[in-house]
DNA sequence: CGCATAAATGCAACTAGTTGCATAATGCTA
DNA sequence: TAGCATTATGCAACTAGTTGCATTTATGCG
């Protein structure tokens, strides 16, 4: 249901066709959604079906023809519905938890590289966090509410990116102590 | 793939039956992975089908049998290979955040009580890591390393509830600051 | 006794997301 | 000018996970 939800959101405001909303993931939506053109594509199609969005085909000389999707009266019931009921807990699936429930069998060195490969993942996500955050949000202060909400998100993602940071670095501090000690 | 691998970690542990994983998962794995029986018994059986795990079934008088699943040496090798390469990055997907994007659309009330629901189910979480510390945990020091490693994937847990909990009472500070000015 | 719940197993149908491929124009660049 | 990236669309097959249902025995509750 999420990924009509966010598309429902995308097209509240705005109209577009499924390539302009999988731009606008890439631009602003990064850091909260990503899906891929033929997710995308399939879901606008089923979503005309339920007659969520209206959809004005603009024919193109020899070339696929432009799909324009607009959303409906019942598209927007739908995401009014959807943000009137809090979400539910989202299961838990860690896979780099269990490869710590592995641990004997866990070779040092590939730990090692997991940390250092996670470690550098984080950084870039930093990073791009805080292009994000010059790019619309250089004065926090003067934005409206509905501008500043996105701000919030971004700056969930910057806490919890620094807290995964400051935890693998507690996690290498002590290999190094153990490395020191039998050179392993 | 990572539900097979961590089958194969909690069966290379020990052998077992689906239902004993489902109950390793409840038990001490419940923040590491959470999997439904029709989903266990279903990948167990592939994985037995793969060459993965041996079955030894043990008929029992007038009921299904007990089929008791345990590593094979193509098993291991599966789950060595599988902890010697990093973990890619995980596609984000935040319902939530999307929800801040369609803010102008989000009845101020409706945004309260998300968030309040959030917060008790961090709450209960925090409660949860509490107690799992106190149960395996009391005393981190005097743990073998292999020991420490589950131990360092709660504290983990920890911290970004607390990053999650700590953005929420920014969050709400901000909420309760204009509702004070205009009574919404 | 009768009924609900838990222990233990599983099939079938569905939703969500991934991977691989296909098509066809436009524009850049070697 | 040939090849390659980008724009723009989509189908088909697959993997992963959810939901709903079904079975049998044992166990506790009123």
């Known amino acids: 249901m999420s990924l009509r939800a966010v598309l429902l959101i995308t097209l509240q405001r705005e109209p577009g066709t499924g390539y302009d909303v999988l731009q606008r993931f890439k631009a602003g939506l990064a850091h909260v959604w990503q899906a891929s053109h033929q997710q995308i594509y399939r879901e606008l199609d089923k979503m005309r079906g339920a007659g969520l969005l209206d959809c004005e085909t603009v024919p193109q000389a020899e070339r696929p023809d432009r799909k324009v999707y607009c959303i409906t009266a019942s598209g927007r019931a739908e995401l009014d519905a959807w943000l009137a009921v809090?979400?539910?807990?989202?299961p838990v699936r860690q896979p780099l938890f269990a490869k710590f429930f592995a641990w004997d069998a866990w070779p040092a060195d590939a730990r090692q590289q997991e940390l250092v490969a996670l470690q550098e993942?984080?950084?870039?996500?930093?990073?791009?966090?805080?292009?994000?955050?010059?790019?619309?949000?250089?004065?926090?202060q003067g934005l409206t509410p509905a501008e500043r909400a996105p701000w919030h998100t971004l700056r969930l993602g910057q806490r919890l990116t620094e807290a995964w940071l400051?935890?693998?670095e507690e996690v290498q501090a002590e290999g190094e102590c153990v490395s020191g000690s039998h050179a392993q």
Do not use: C, H, T
Request: net charge negative; no cysteine.
């Open 86 to 90: 809090p979400l539910g807990p989202s």
């Open 166 to 168: 400051a935890w693998i």
């Open 121 to 140: 993942q984080l950084e870039e996500r930093m990073q791009a966090y805080a292009a994000i955050e010059q790019e619309w949000f250089s004065d926090p």
